[in-house]
């Protein structure tokens, strides 16, 4: 079984501070992406990486950055947190091959709470 | 507009309806992504559909690739079948474009 772990369950973190979540993924995957869930607008991709040490912006990659040093792991890094960063944290990943695509399995979620 | 909008957002049943969940997208895709969400967060793929009809167990999924619209099916709904059901369109590259979620309750 594929299986995508992230570092926390819950967070709480406070304005201003410096906020690494993690996700790893045991099946040599070479997608990995993140998302974030938020009531009435759904989940979002942030970040995503087809590579180690490649990234593409998502759709709402301000305040965010992330890192992907080896292939298995994954990091979202939030700079300076601020309240409107409060939310759901999805990782997920996916293997792709050419004109085939497969199914994206999800990390159980990080709920970050900044205050 | 949302490029890939459901509906309902809520749907409640009794146990043992028939329920359907519709998606609709305005993006051009290679696959239609359906998802189930419980509560605690975690998501799990359900089906992956580019044409035509997929059924595991007492869910059916279809496509009409014309007119860009997808319905998910669930035969003798279930309290367990309760969750957050979420469409998503792949586009380049594996990015997911997902729609708002239905919130799914089965009463028993």
């Known amino acids: 079984d594929v299986k995508v772990t992230q570092s926390s369950r819950y967070l709480v973190k406070r304005t201003g501070e410096k906020v690494f979540l993690e996700c790893v993924q045991d099946m040599d995957h070479e997608n990995m992406f993140w998302y974030r869930q938020d009531p009435g607008l759904g989940l979002r991709l942030i970040y995503f990486?087809?590579?180690?040490?490649?990234?593409e912006k998502g759709d709402i990659p301000e305040g965010y950055s992330v890192s992907r040093e080896k292939k298995e792991r994954f990091s979202l890094i939030l700079e300076s947190a601020s309240t409107n960063q409060t939310s759901m944290y999805l990782c997920?990943?996916?293997?792709?091959?050419?004109?085939?695509?497969?199914?994206?399995?999800f990390g159980p979620g990080t709920r970050l709470t900044v205050t | 507009k949302n490029e890939v909008e459901q509906s309902p957002q809520n749907l409640t049943a009794q146990e043992g309806e028939f329920i359907t969940i519709n998606c609709s997208y305005s993006v051009g895709i290679s696959a239609l992504h359906w998802l189930q969400q419980h509560p605690g967060g975690g998501i799990v793929s359900l089906f992956m559909?580019?044409?035509g009809k997929k059924k595991h167990g007492r869910l059916i999924a279809t496509i009409n690739i014309q007119e860009k619209h997808s319905s998910l099916h669930i035969t003798a709904s279930h309290p367990r079948d309760s969750a957050v059901y979420i469409c998503a369109g792949e586009t380049s590259g594996s990015r997911l474009t997902f729609g708002e979620g239905t919130q799914l309750t089965v009463n028993p």
């Open positions: 990486s087809y590579d180690v040490k490649m990234k």
């Open positions: 559909l580019s044409s």
């Open positions: 997920a990943s996916s293997t792709p091959r050419t004109g085939v695509t497969y199914e994206q399995y």
